[in-house]
Nanobody, 122 residues
Framework: VQLVESGGGAVQPGGSLRLSCVAS????????MGWYRQNPGKEREFVAA????????RYGDAVKGRFTISRDNDENMGWLEMNDLKVEDSATYFC????????????????WGQGTQVSVSS
């Protein structure tokens, strides 16, 4: 199983980015998916999660109302739409998949990508 994130970059405050996560290995559709972020020296922070059939989503308090998680099981892909970005959103963002959904929310899944860097500054 391999997860590959993309879409990170540098943006000004108030801007938007859309992160993508491509999964290989044939197990994407049977797993919940989540996004976490981390800065050097800090703990990994939960950002968002979506259940296997997109029935349920959860967001971290810091991103509620600004970020949207989605997925397409036919394409083995997931996304994180990030709007109204703030300086404090700067981090490396990681995609993860696993079961159950609650585990993805509270600590992440069994599989992780290598991350994509997001930098928000003026």
């Amino acid at each position: 199983v391999q997860l590959v994130e993309s879409g990170g970059g540098a943006v000004q405050p108030g801007g938007s980015l859309r992160l993508s996560c491509v999964a290989s290995g044939g197990i994407f559709s049977i797993n919940a998916m989540g996004w976490y972020r981390q800065n050097p020296g800090k703990e990994r922070e939960f950002v968002a999660a979506i259940s296997r059939y997109s029935f349920t989503t959860r967001y971290g308090d810091a991103v509620k109302g600004r970020f949207t998680i989605s997925r397409d099981n036919d394409e083995n892909m997931g996304w994180l739409e990030m709007n109204d970005l703030k300086v404090e959103d700067s981090a490396t963002y990681f995609c993860t998949i696993g079961q159950p959904f609650s585990a993805v929310v509270t600590g992440g899944g069994d599989y992780w990508g290598q991350g994509t860097q997001v930098s928000v500054s003026s």
